[in-house]
């Protein structure tokens, strides 16, 4: 059975940062890439960012250069690293990990206010 646990959401100021951790009860290698996504509030789940299992990154245009997606294949933990944080980063965020299926997490709220 694979269980996805984030962690590491909180409320803070724009302009701040804080850095997301998924932690699997599998190892990661097994998976074919591993992502994060959003939800906010009355809209629909979006992809923030997704990392394959060689590595190659990818972002959503709204985070580029601010995010970085990483694995830790040792540790079974997936992290998002959230910089210049903006009051529309606001959202419930969910790591996602993909190979014949699609497993979630529970997600985590993530609050950008002053």
């Known amino acids: 059975q694979v269980q996805l646990v984030e962690s590491g959401g909180g409320l803070v100021q724009p302009g701040g940062s804080l850095r997301l951790s998924c932690a699997a009860s599998v190892s990661l290698v097994g998976f074919n890439y591993m992502s994060w996504y959003r939800q906010a509030p009355g809209k629909q789940r979006d992809l923030v960012a997704t990392i394959t299992s060689g590595g190659n990154t990818n972002y959503a245009d709204s985070v580029k250069g601010r995010f970085t997606i990483s694995r830790d294949n040792a540790k079974n933990t997936l992290y998002l690293q959230m910089n210049s944080l903006k009051p529309e980063d606001t959202a419930v965020y969910f790591c996602?990990?993909?190979?014949?299926?699609?497993?979630w997490g529970q997600g985590t709220q993530v609050t950008v206010s002053s």
């Open positions: 996602a990990a993909t190979n014949a299926w699609h497993y």
